[in-house]
């Protein structure tokens, strides 16, 4: 007999559930956190040497395609202001696997006091500048971008800066009160939007924290260096987290002008690749992956070059005395006029008693 084809046809289908491997999302999430490796115990062991006692700062200048005359009239200004202000340097600048004829203008340039370091392959920003901190030798090291947007006179006021102050480090604040920029809105904008993120996510006591030119201590990088991960424009602030964790807190944030010489360089995906990888950095901070041992300044002892500025009014910091490595507001305040009267000064007072009001 046929079947009556005006009856509904049944289909049975059976659902399974379905398996969810966690292992997986485990592993996903540790390749996302552990993408960037940095440069490890090769840099530690290249910051721990001790530094050449004939030179007062290193400057490093990574660039990457950035033309060989803009390079050469970035590398010969830092070279020339600095020799003008009777600063002992030694000028770095780190190609990171360029494909333009820009490292050229290092030997154009016939200084032995400017050398060249040439990545075999693109490695970003933090890859450029690890790789520069690495063949530093001088006890102050810092960095300058390669656009010329910011004048290289910053870097001899920077460094009295550092050593007047006893600081760990000195940043170019753009939000300073004296600073001076042209920057366009939508640069402006993501700025704000970082210091939020930064302040908020991060914990960070900051008003700025890309602009590039900056000022270390030797012994922060060497114990910082070895712990960061980040190899693109993120490294600035992991450096700043590796601060705060390692309790290298004597941070000061200075005048910057910029003038644009061109267009931005950072392009809308490099922002959202950079905010990407802040929250990386919160993500290992939070699962304890850093491993950062906090210093102990019981026994540290200043050491610092014996510059001076008397033109700008700064004086060398003496040796470490009775009022102890973290107790130097007045000495600042005496040695750099004007500086305990900054509001903008990034110095993280979290473990000073807050003042009450009267």
């Given at each position: 007999?046929?079947?009556?084809?005006?009856?509904?046809?049944?289909?049975?289908?059976?659902?399974?559930?379905?398996?969810?491997?966690?292992?997986?999302?485990?592993?996903?999430?540790?390749?996302?956190?552990?993408?960037?490796?940095?440069?490890?115990?090769?840099?530690?062991?290249?910051?721990?040497?001790?530094?050449?006692?004939?030179?007062?700062?290193?400057?490093?200048?990574?660039?990457?395609?950035?033309?060989?005359?803009?390079?050469?009239e970035?590398?010969?200004?830092?070279?020339?202001k600095?020799?003008?202000?009777?600063?002992?340097?030694?000028?770095?600048?780190?190609?990171?696997?360029?494909?333009?004829?820009?490292?050229?203008?290092?030997?154009?340039?016939?200084?032995?006091?400017?050398?060249?370091?040439?990545?075999?392959?693109?490695?970003?920003?933090?890859?450029?500048?690890?790789?520069?901190?690495?063949?530093?030798?001088?006890?102050?090291?810092?960095?300058?971008?390669?656009?010329?947007?910011?004048?290289?006179?910053?870097?001899?006021?920077?460094?009295?800066t550092?050593?007047a102050?006893?600081?760990?480090?000195?940043?170019?604040?753009?939000?300073?009160q004296?600073?001076?920029?042209?920057?366009?809105?939508?640069?402006?904008?993501?700025?704000q939007?970082m210091?939020?993120?930064?302040?908020?996510?991060?914990?960070?006591?900051?008003?700025?924290?890309?602009?590039?030119?900056?000022?270390?201590?030797?012994?922060?990088?060497?114990?910082?260096v070895?712990?960061?991960?980040?190899?693109?424009?993120?490294?600035?602030v992991?450096?700043?987290?590796?601060?705060?964790?390692?309790?290298?807190?004597?941070?000061?944030?200075?005048?910057?002008?910029?003038?644009?010489?061109?267009?931005?360089?950072?392009?809308?995906?490099?922002?959202?690749?950079?905010?990407?990888?802040?929250?990386?950095?919160?993500?290992?901070?939070?699962?304890?992956?850093?491993?950062?041992?906090?210093?102990?300044?019981?026994?540290?002892?200043?050491?610092?070059?014996?510059?001076?500025?008397?033109?700008?009014?700064?004086?060398?910091?003496?040796e470490?005395?009775?009022?102890?490595?973290?107790?130097?507001r007045?000495?600042?305040?005496?040695?750099?006029?004007?500086?305990?009267?900054?509001?903008?000064?990034?110095?993280?007072?979290?473990?000073?008693?807050?003042?009450?009001?009267?």
């Amino acid at each position: 007999m046929l079947n009556d084809t005006n009856a509904p046809l049944r289909t049975e289908v059976t659902l399974t559930p379905a398996y969810v491997d966690h292992t997986t999302l485990r592993q996903r999430l540790d390749r996302w956190v552990n993408r960037d490796r940095g440069l490890g115990s090769d840099v530690s062991t290249a910051l721990q040497e001790p530094p050449d006692p004939n030179l007062d700062l290193t400057i490093v200048v990574p660039f990457f395609n950035t033309g060989r005359e803009l390079l050469g009239e970035t590398l010969a200004g830092v070279r020339d202001k600095l020799s003008q202000a009777g600063v002992r340097h030694e000028v770095i600048a780190v190609d990171d696997g360029g494909s333009d004829d820009s490292y050229l203008a290092v030997a154009e340039l016939n200084d032995p006091h400017v050398r060249l370091l040439r990545l075999p392959q693109n490695q970003g920003k933090g890859g450029a500048l690890l790789n520069g901190f690495a063949a530093a030798r001088a006890d102050w090291i810092g960095f300058i971008d390669a656009d010329g947007d910011i004048s290289p006179d910053h870097l001899a006021r920077y460094l009295a800066t550092a050593v007047a102050s006893d600081s760990d480090m000195v940043v170019a604040d753009k939000t300073h009160q004296e600073s001076s920029n042209a920057v366009e809105s939508s640069r402006a904008a993501t700025s704000q939007v970082m210091h939020l993120v930064n302040g908020r996510l991060l914990r960070l006591a900051l008003t700025d924290t890309q602009t590039g030119a900056k000022i270390f201590r030797r012994e922060f990088l060497s114990h910082a260096v070895p712990l960061a991960r980040e190899r693109g424009f993120a490294l600035d602030v992991e450096l700043f987290v590796l601060a705060r964790l390692l309790h290298y807190r004597r941070i000061l944030g200075m005048p910057v002008s910029i003038a644009r010489t061109g267009g931005s360089t950072v392009s809308k995906k490099a922002v959202l690749k950079t905010g990407s990888r802040v929250l990386r950095i919160f993500a290992r901070e939070t699962l304890g992956m850093y491993r950062a041992e906090p210093r102990d300044w019981g026994n540290h002892s200043t050491q610092g070059i014996a510059f001076t500025n008397t033109n700008q009014g700064y004086e060398p910091v003496p040796e470490q005395g009775s009022e102890g490595r973290r107790s130097g507001r007045d000495r600042r305040a005496k040695a750099i006029p004007g500086l305990a009267r900054d509001r903008r000064s990034l110095r993280d007072r979290r473990d000073e008693p807050r003042e009450t009001a009267r």
